[in-house]
């Protein structure tokens, strides 16, 4: 049987730019399909997923009641993944900050790993597009606090351009999974390199969204602070 790959897309008010993502992400590959998981979007964003679902089996879609966060809208997809028989499962921004064109050097990593991460600062070099100082030396000191409480040795663990195999996601357990922004992302890595999974870092480029409004707010950088040193401490105690 061929192999199967999913790019788990979440929305929340991004009807400009799903009409435009979807189409360039199911041109990179064969094998890919994509799972929109929108959050009730009050733009319309739903209901355009819906009809693109039904026009091309290629493409899914899950509709949650409002605006549940990040974190938990990629364990839903990872869960609808996982119960259809997905062989690789993928994180990506509906926004365009995130490349298509990417996903091929993707899924040539992934024969060679576990978990593949985008990685906007691999061996120290800086490969984003327009973003303010502010934000990018917010971004670049954030990766260095999270390689240093949790001694995970990744340039970009904040990152949310990823590809999983199947079997990282069924030995991880999701259920225990506790973050939801930016710290979700450090968390994912950090369980699956506990639980011995190989994670292999490949450079992309990443472009600040040109539409639509960030989602980005202080209290997803609070979560981050004070997350990190919880995931060492779960670390020590060998609680993950």
């Not at 959050?39 to 693109?52: C, H, K, R």
């Not at 993944?81 to 490349?99: K, N, P, Q, T, V």
């Not at 600040?208 to 202080?218: H, I």
Request: charged share 25%; hydrophobic share 45%; with cysteine.
């Amino acid at each position: 049987m061929a192999e199967r790959a999913l790019v788990v897309i979440p929305t929340y008010n991004e009807a400009v730019n799903l009409p435009l993502i979807v189409p360039q992400v199911l041109a990179q590959d064969p094998r890919l399909e994509v799972l929109v998981v929108d959050d009730n979007s009050p733009d319309g964003t739903g209901p355009m997923a819906d009809e693109f679902a039904a026009a091309n089996p290629r493409v899914h879609t899950i509709h949650r009641a409002g605006k549940q966060g990040l974190g938990t809208a990629y364990i839903a997809g990872f869960r609808w993944a996982l119960e259809r028989g997905y062989d690789y499962i993928f994180e990506m921004d509906a926004d365009f900050s995130h490349d298509p064109n990417h996903l091929k050097e993707f899924l040539t990593a992934i024969e060679h790993a576990d978990v593949v991460l985008g990685s906007r600062y691999l061996q120290g070099k800086v490969t984003i597009v327009n973003w303010p100082m502010s934000r990018l030396m917010l971004s670049y000191f954030a990766n260095v606090y999270a390689r240093w409480i949790t001694g995970l040795r990744i340039w970009d663990l904040t990152g949310g351009f990823k590809c999983f195999r199947r079997r990282v996601l069924e030995t991880v357990d999701l259920a225990q999974v506790g973050s939801n922004g930016y710290a979700f992302q450090i968390e994912m890595s950090v369980r699956a390199w506990r639980k011995g999974f190989k994670l292999t870092e490949i450079p992309i480029v990443f472009v600040d969204r040109a539409e639509g409004t960030s989602k980005m707010n202080r209290a997803i950088v609070r979560e981050a602070i004070w997350k990190v040193p919880r995931l060492r401490l779960m670390v020590w105690f060998g609680r993950i």
